[in-house]
């Protein structure tokens, strides 16, 4: 029967594809599991494309064993992942090196205080455990050192990878070759043992607090702020919880509650401004306990590798060193950043505002038209803004990249704050445009709410889908087919590694079955079931088979690693942060669960953050920091212009036509500009009488500077004594040889 044959067919593609599921399934954790231990001689991993000549990545290695000798290199090749890699390495003596000229702070010894200082081989026996290779540097300063060194890699003359590419005299080779794309990553290896335990106590640890010390030790400084700042943050975001549950269920936020308005915008602006100054009183506490509180000055650190300039002797420390005048950097600012930023601001803003007058068109419209899908139509613009949101956010990335390049920042950190700030802007004005336009223009408030919740939510359902599962399954999907690599390597085409069958000879097999059975219908079912038997033996058989090739062959974990998405730094996740803040900051007068929706989804962001650093992306370099960087006056003028909109909002709500119905409307807009000058005053007052540093941290800083002086003026007596002891012998020998004569 037709319907019979329909229903076997799908019945059968079904069972196919769930064969399938449990084929990429099987495939990919086959892959995790062949692995073998990270090699001694490897910290960092340098991966060339598919398409490069072998002899040239010789000369990479020999000239960087010859000019970098600080490096341990080893050339090898991936079969897998059909990629040739430079494993790197250093010496412990090389690293005592590397710890010097990156001015490391490392522990001192009991005797001499037990503080974090700068490394000084001259000094080395003060520091704690130096002659111990496994205890003295971390496996992620280890890292540190080695990047530097392949970082430090300059052309002698004019040499040249290619016809189409070469390098100029000085200049850093490595960046070149990782922005043309010849070398396409480099990545320090990961730990499995601290990566074990990071999984436990930090990614499934509910219970517990996060282990910030081990996360700093493993990750890095920048890491460990972000999450001691989420943390903070996340802590902070429970009175706007419950504060705006309350006010959402007893206080009614139409034009007839006069103080709802007002209250809500003092509580919430007070919030902010005491969440910002807490903050930077931990941010003190965490950088002063690793080190990062008292950096040295800016002068005094290694410029970029990508950053030029003209060669001259120091005024500081006497070197040759690259020098960029400032004013070139502040003429390139002003002529070329500026007015390339602005007009891509009010471009963004102009197609922003085109989308709001075409969603009001096609409302229009769709209550118009007569057909049964014209309510669909609507959601058009809607489509076309979400579209054109992703393109502008790719290209306006690329131009920002661009504009900070030709700025040509000496440092890193600087570099990346100049990129930030302009990606703030843009994403600042992208994605509250509407917010503002809704609130100001159309002085709607019933119509914001609903947007912000579809903000809100489905910015945070989709956020984290882009953030967690797309990565992870690109990941599961490079692993499945690398495990179909690795099957025809090993000469097992027919025998995939899930220890499945092919379904071919499955289907044969079942069809030879049925046609013996039908063929002799006297046959008796034990002779089926011997046949059975004995092929499903001859399977077993290959499948040890199999097993003996797979157990003799294993993975290395830098080719592992390789296919793993890369995780550039933490500016993706403030970004986030940032909007989520804006939007309670800014709008929880207008929508009081806002701050309730924000700690529901950082609850879930702790644990992700965590989750996609130590299971889906390779290991990050570690970034020195003494706090979150620009991020932090961000959240200050947003705490600013977040008075600034509350007003607003107080004044569009109707609060104080029913609070003074006889003014007149002047006197309403002065009320208002004289209201937020109030706050603002407030919120100034409030952040200078929050002091940035504990009183208990002043007192340890004020200790240790009064032993440090104590120490000094101790040696300075010695150097005087010792001085007068030579002096007076000089004189006693000079009269002994008067006498003598």
């Not at 005299?169 to 043992?193: C, M, T």
């Not at 081990?214 to 702020?225: D, N, P, R, S």
């Not at 495990?483 to 079942?510: A, C, Q, W, Y």
């Amino acid at each position: 029967m037709p319907i019979v044959k329909e229903c076997r067919k799908r019945f059968s593609n079904l069972r196919q594809f769930a064969h399938t599921g449990r084929e990429l399934l099987t495939r990919t954790q086959t892959w995790r599991s062949l692995s073998s231990k990270p090699p001694s001689n490897c910290d960092v991993v340098v991966i060339f494309g598919e398409e490069e000549n072998v002899a040239k990545i010789a000369w990479l290695a020999d000239i960087l064993g010859n000019r970098v000798p600080e490096l341990i290199v080893t050339q090898t090749y991936h079969s897998r992942t059909r990629t040739h890699a430079l494993y790197l390495a250093c010496s412990h003596k090389n690293l005592l090196k590397g710890a010097q000229e990156l001015k490391m702070r490392k522990r001192l010894i009991e005797e001499v205080g037990g503080e974090l200082q700068e490394f000084c081989i001259e000094d080395m026996e003060l520091f704690e455990d130096v002659m111990d290779e496994k205890k003295f540097f971390t496996s992620c300063e280890r890292q540190t050192i080695v990047r530097h060194y392949l970082m430090s890699l300059r052309a002698a003359s004019f040499e040249s990878w290619s016809d189409d590419l070469s390098f100029s005299i000085d200049q850093s080779i490595i960046p070149v070759l990782l922005s043309a794309g010849k070398i396409q990553s480099i990545f320090p290896l990961h730990n499995r043992e601290t990566l074990n335990v990071l999984l436990h106590t930090w990614v499934g640890g509910f219970k517990h607090h996060q282990p910030i010390d081990l996360v700093e030790e493993y990750f890095g400084m920048q890491i460990a702020l972000y999450f001691a700042w989420l943390s903070h943050y996340t802590k902070a975001l429970i009175f706007p919880a419950v504060f705006g549950i309350l006010c959402w269920l007893l206080l009614p936020y139409d034009k007839n509650a006069a103080l709802y308005y007002p209250i809500v915008a003092l509580c919430t602006m007070l919030w902010a401004t005491l969440f910002l100054e807490s903050w930077k009183r931990t941010n003190s506490s965490y950088t002063y306990r690793y080190g990062t509180f008292d950096r040295p000055s800016k002068l005094l650190e290694e410029p970029r590798p990508q950053f030029y300039g003209y060669w001259e002797p120091s005024a500081i420390t006497g070197r040759l060193e690259r020098f960029y005048p400032r004013w070139c950097r502040c003429m390139t600012v002003c002529l070329v950043t500026v007015p390339v930023v602005g007009v891509c601001l009010l471009f963004v803003g102009l197609v922003a505002l085109g989308h709001m007058r075409l969603q009001e068109i096609t409302d229009r419209k769709a209550q118009k038209w007569p057909f049964l899908l014209a309510s669909l139509v609507s959601y058009l613009p809607m489509i076309l803004h979400a579209i054109c949101i992703f393109v502008f956010n790719e290209v306006y990335y690329k131009i920002a990249r661009w504009l900070t390049d030709r700025e040509n920042h000496r440092l890193e950190e600087d570099y990346s704050n100049a990129l930030v700030a302009k990606l703030i802007l843009f994403q600042f004005v992208n994605i509250f445009y509407a917010s503002f336009y809704i609130a100001f223009c159309q002085k709607d408030l019933d119509l914001l709410r609903q947007h912000l919740i579809t903000m809100l939510v489905t910015r945070q359902i989709t956020g984290n889908l882009k953030e967690y599962f797309l990565p992870y399954g690109q990941t599961r999907m490079r692993q499945a087919w690398l495990s179909v690599r690795f099957d025809r390597n090993i000469g097992t085409e027919h025998i995939p590694l899930s220890g499945k069958t092919d379904e071919s000879n499955d289907s044969m097999d079942d069809d030879s079955v049925k046609a013996t059975s039908k063929s002799s219908p006297g046959l008796s079912q034990e002779c089926i079931t011997e046949d059975t038997d004995v092929r499903r033996r001859n399977e077993g058989d290959q499948l040890t088979k199999q097993a003996s090739l797979v157990k003799d062959v294993s993975i290395p974990p830098a080719e592992q690693e390789q296919i793993m998405p890369n995780y550039y730094d933490t500016s993706e996740d403030y970004l986030e942060m940032f909007i989520q803040f804006g939007f309670v900051s800014m709008f929880t007068c207008a929508f009081p669960i806002c701050g309730l929706l924000a700690l529901l989804n950082n609850i879930l962001e702790l644990r992700g953050d965590a989750w996609k650093l130590v299971v889906i992306f390779r290991r990050p370099f570690a970034q020195p920091a003494n706090g979150i960087g620009v991020w932090e006056h961000a959240f200050d003028i947003v705490s600013y212009v977040a008075i600034a909109v509350n007003i607003g909002l107080i004044g569009v709500s109707g609060s104080l036509e029913l609070l003074f119905p006889h003014l007149r409307s002047i006197d309403y807009v002065l009320l208002l500009i004289a209201i937020e000058h109030l706050f603002f005053v407030l919120r100034y007052g409030l952040a200078r009488m929050v002091p940035p540093i504990p009183s208990s941290l002043e007192r340890k800083m004020a200790t240790l500077e009064h032993k440090r002086r104590e120490a000094l003026r101790t040696l300075e007596r010695e150097e005087r004594r010792e001085a007068f002891m030579r002096n007076e012998q000089h004189l006693a020998a000079g009269s002994d040889s008067v006498s003598r004569t």
